[in-house]
């Protein structure tokens, strides 16, 4: 008989967060800023679906062109900080349509080589945005080890 397996949904949060956005918590980047965050890949992670970080653009930073470069690092423990990376910095972001909106910025095609108990440093750097984006977190979608 055989199953179905269903992917499995987690949020991973923000290390410091400074700044509220109604009842949310948050982690405020300037137009001209940058943060580094720290994740952890949850168990029992077989295959990833989607890996999207959220956050909710400020009507400054709302426009065409935005320039955000992403830099990525994952280990496991026992390993070089650094045993894996890869970055985006070459795509410009439409963010038109978002002005008080969150917006979804899908890293699932370039994080192909985590898995489970990775941490995952990420930092974001944005190139004179015009406005501020508060970053939440993690949309992590993925389907689990069979067992």
């Not at 923000?14 to 949850?42: E, H, M």
């Not at 970080?53 to 992403?70: E, K, P, T």
């Not at 985590?114 to 406005?131: E, K, P, Q, R, T």
């Amino acid at each position: 008989m055989s199953h179905i397996i269903l992917p499995r949904h987690e949020f991973l949060q923000c290390t410091n967060y400074d700044s509220n956005l109604g009842n949310y918590r948050a982690k405020d980047i300037v137009a001209t800023g940058g943060q580094r965050f720290t994740f952890q890949i949850p168990y029992p992670l077989k295959a990833i679906k989607s890996i999207k970080l959220l956050g909710n653009v400020s009507a400054g930073a709302a426009g065409v062109d935005r320039d955000i470069d992403f830099y990525f690092s994952w280990h496991q423990p026992g390993q070089a900080y650094d045993a894996g990376n890869t970055s985006n910095t070459t795509t410009l972001y439409n963010l038109s349509a978002y002005a008080n909106k969150t917006y979804s910025f899908n890293f699932t095609s370039i994080l192909t080589g985590l898995v489970s108990h990775d941490l995952l440093g990420l930092f974001v750097d944005h190139i004179a945005i015009g406005g501020a984006i508060r970053y939440f977190g993690i949309e992590l979608i993925y389907y689990p080890i069979e067992g």
